[in-house]
């Protein structure tokens, strides 16, 4: 079995002279990036990083990152990205919680880790203009070439760290192995029918699972991974048309940017042969419009996570909207009664419960960094207890309807309520809050809290709390309510349903 070192330097020997990687003006051959990942390799283990040990890496998708992901795969390092636009909070405390031993940054994230007392320590590397004093650059981590290949890792180490919220205000680590990476990457160049040679677009992020399978993916088929660092419509038009992009996986929120943007033109993604996404549910309507805007000749809908990349897939994702197909090539799917205990009771067709998935699939994870109770409740009887809910219908397709545990999916982002209301709770005028996902078009969901005041404050006052009490742009609410009182049952849960139920009753009013 292979591990990731070995099937990148099978890619090299295959097509040395094939187009790997690039970003903007910079283009690099397999054979070139070989070169480029090794010493990146050769640098990390001069700063004392050994098999097993964690590197933070906080970037956008330069060309940089993509290399610091392939070097920790030969010398058998962990690599643990993390979203560049993370709190110094943030920062600390994935540094604590994964051991972390040195950190990666560029411009895009310098401010929270200058800020960042848990930081001071480590070895850092810089990219960009704002490195701080004493920090070491790109170019410098990959001054020296080793003297033989790196190739340390085994398909059981380690490959990958990804840190996904949950319903709590602390992030879950989630530990991949080499072979669990790579049968994910074999299963997404099948699933998305990939040839040789194709060029992805590679701007789903590199510390989200979408990004990462789209970067190893194409090194399977000697393809073309193209860095766009930050999603910008006119620059993602511009790569895809200069690099002749041949197939795009992205968010439903990125598709939408795209085609309603004056700049876009059909014959501006000409290129495009097949597209899919994930992240998110797409709405019928937008999905029409992405069908007749990108005329794809494969259009596939993934639902999967971090613990098990692919749960399942449709490759005719019109064909039934709102339907997310069958089990993927590596995965079973079941249904259980919401509070189900075990795997073996299953619903009937139509009938919602909870969605679960098999860990004897090559894809699976294996249980939660530190988090032996989130592992206890998520792992059992040998299933995955996603979390989400769920039907089958009567044809045996899935459809996915939302959270058990309320979690809200944003423009691909995952943002926990819990962690806003703790912000919102603490400002004098707030007496009570609840933070819920209103549905959206372009952003799947957004944030919009519904407040009981106790003293008179304004929406940009409670918007400059959320700045300064360091909550990431992101999960920031994108809407306030203020309301004379929260729902709640008898026992004092509070009804979110009814809540939105409420929204829903007052846009319809609106309409009128």
Excluded at 124 to 139: C, K, P, Q, T
Excluded at 369 to 396: H, S, V
Aim: charged fraction near 25%; proline fraction near 4%; aromatic fraction near 8%.
């Amino acid at each position: 079995m292979f591990d990731l070192g070995r099937s990148f330097l099978a890619a090299v020997e295959r097509r040395p002279l094939a187009i790997a990687v690039s970003d903007g003006t910079v283009k690099k051959t397999y054979e070139q990036w070989f070169v480029d990942i090794q010493r990146a390799a050769h640098g990390l283990e001069s700063l004392g990083l050994g098999k097993g040990d964690r590197l933070l890496v906080t970037m956008q998708n330069r060309w940089q990152m993509a290399t610091l992901h392939w070097a920790c795969q030969f010398a058998g390092i962990v690599m643990t990205p993390l979203n560049w636009r993370s709190t110094a909070e943030e920062l600390a405390y994935c540094i604590e919680d994964a051991q972390i031993r040195a950190l990666a940054y560029d411009d895009s994230t310098a401010t929270a880790v200058a800020a960042c007392t848990a930081a001071i320590d480590l070895p850092r590397i810089a990219v960009g203009e704002r490195a701080a004093a004493g920090d070491l650059s790109f170019a410098e981590l990959c001054a020296e070439a080793p003297t033989a290949t790196i190739l340390r890792a085994t398909p059981e180490d380690f490959s990958l760290l990804l840190y996904t919220s949950g319903t709590t205000s602390k992030p879950k680590g989630v530990p991949r192995r080499h072979c669990a990476e790579r049968a994910a990457a074999v299963a997404h160049v099948a699933q998305n029918l990939y040839r040789h040679g194709e060029c992805t677009l590679g701007v789903m992020p590199l510390y989200h699972t979408m990004g990462v399978r789209s970067l190893l993916a194409m090194a399977l088929i000697d393809g073309h991974f193209v860095c766009v660092p930050k999603f910008d419509v006119e620059a993602t038009l511009e790569a895809i048309e200069r690099e002749q992009v041949s197939n795009l996986y992205l968010v439903p929120t990125l598709y939408h940017m795209l085609i309603e943007h004056p700049a876009f033109a059909r014959e501006r993604v000409a290129s495009v042969e097949k597209i899919g996404f994930a992240g998110a549910p797409m709405s019928d309507g937008l999905m029409r419009r992405v069908e007749q805007a990108f005329q794809p000749q494969l259009f596939v809908n993934h639902y999967g996570s971090s613990e098990i990349y692919t749960f399942t897939i449709d490759q005719q994702a019109s064909r039934k909207p709102g339907s997310s197909g069958r089990s993927a090539l590596n995965q079973r799917v079941r249904v259980v009664p919401i509070d189900a205990e075990s795997a073996q009771v299953q619903t009937k067709p139509m009938e919602e419960g909870q969605i679960i998935a098999d860990l004897a699939s090559d894809e699976a994870f294996e249980g939660y960094l530190n988090r032996p109770e989130a592992t206890a409740k998520a792992l059992r009887d040998g299933w995955y207890f996603t979390g989400d809910t769920g039907y089958f219908d009567e044809d045996g397709d899935l459809f996915v309807t939302g959270r058990v545990d309320d979690l809200i999916i944003t423009g691909g982002e995952n943002v926990s309520p819990v962690e806003i209301e703790n912000v919102l709770s603490l400002h004098p005028g707030v007496e009570e809050v609840v933070v819920v996902g209103l549905p959206d078009e372009q952003w799947g969901k957004i944030i919009a809290a519904f407040i009981k005041l106790r003293a008179e404050v304004s929406e940009s006052e409670l918007d400059a709390h959320c700045i300064a009490s360091g909550l990431a742009k992101f999960k920031r609410p994108r809407r306030y309510q203020f309301i004379e009182q929260i729902p709640k049952s008898p026992v004092g849960k509070v009804l979110r349903r009814i809540l939105l139920a409420q929204h829903q009753e007052q846009a319809q009013k609106a309409d009128r």
